[in-house]
Every structure is written in structure tokens, then in C-alpha cells.
């Protein structure tokens, strides 16, 4: 089992950045896939990005490619998401989430969830 912690979140003006870290628990980070999710006020969670364990093959939702980097960094068991050009629309509780394997990286069937840090961008 692993837990996550994000943090990094906050309140920023359109078109600033935002850095989220996750720090992830146990020796065994480097064999999970790893996961961006966000969830708006009234809306489903959905996947922001997503990197395979040995970073390999990373996925963006098409609302945030070219704005968005996920990256992860193994030996200090953490996964990134840099989030640049924010908009409004970027509002939501951003989570981090842990895969037991690769298959269906790119869905919201993820093992392990943090708990969400806010990001709030003003318009």
C-alpha cells in the first residue's frame, strides 16, 4: 500500500502557474503508475494527466495539453504537475493517485488516492 500527499495548491490569477508535488510513501513508488485527477464544484473527477512507472508513456487530457507537465522524479518518491497559462476553468481539488500497474493508466481506476489540495484560479 502507499499513501500520497499533495501539496502546492493555491489561489493564483489567470495565466500564472502553479506547481503541485505528491510525495508518496513506501519503497515501492518506482512500480505504480502515477495520476493527476481534479474535481470541480458539481462535476465528476476527471483525469488531468498521467505517467507510467518508468515514466515512459504520459497522458494529457485535452484541456490542459501544452499547459500542463507531469513528471516524476522516483528516487524521492514524488510525482509533479506543472501547471502553466491557468484558467479559470482550472478550479477544482487537484488529486494525486497511485496505480498497482500500467493497464488503463489513462482511466480514473487508479488504487491509492491523496487527499486534494484546492486550486483556485481568479479571473
Known amino acids: 500500500q502507499v499513501q500520497l500527499v499533495e501539496s502546492g495548491g493555491g489561489l493564483v490569477q489567470a495565466g500564472g502557474s502553479l506547481r503541485l508535488s505528491c510525495a508518496a510513501s513506501g519503497r515501492t513508488f518506482g512500480t505504480y503508475a502515477m495520476g493527476w485527477f481534479r474535481q470541480a464544484p458539481g462535476k465528476e473527477r476527471e483525469i488531468v494527466a498521467a505517467?507510467?512507472?518508468?515514466?515512459?508513456?504520459?497522458y494529457y487530457a485535452d484541456s490542459v495539453k501544452g499547459r500542463f507537465t507531469i513528471s516524476r522524479d522516483n528516487a524521492k518518491n514524488t510525482v509533479y504537475l506543472q501547471m502553466n497559462s491557468l484558467k479559470p476553468e482550472d478550479t477544482a481539488v487537484y488529486y494525486c493517485a497511485a496505480k498497482d500497474t500500467n493497464v488503463l493508466f489513462t482511466t480514473t481506476r487508479y488504487d491509492y488516492w491523496g487527499q486534494g489540495t484546492q486550486v483556485t484560479v481568479s479571473s
Open positions: 505517467i507510467t512507472n518508468g515514466g515512459g508513456r504520459i
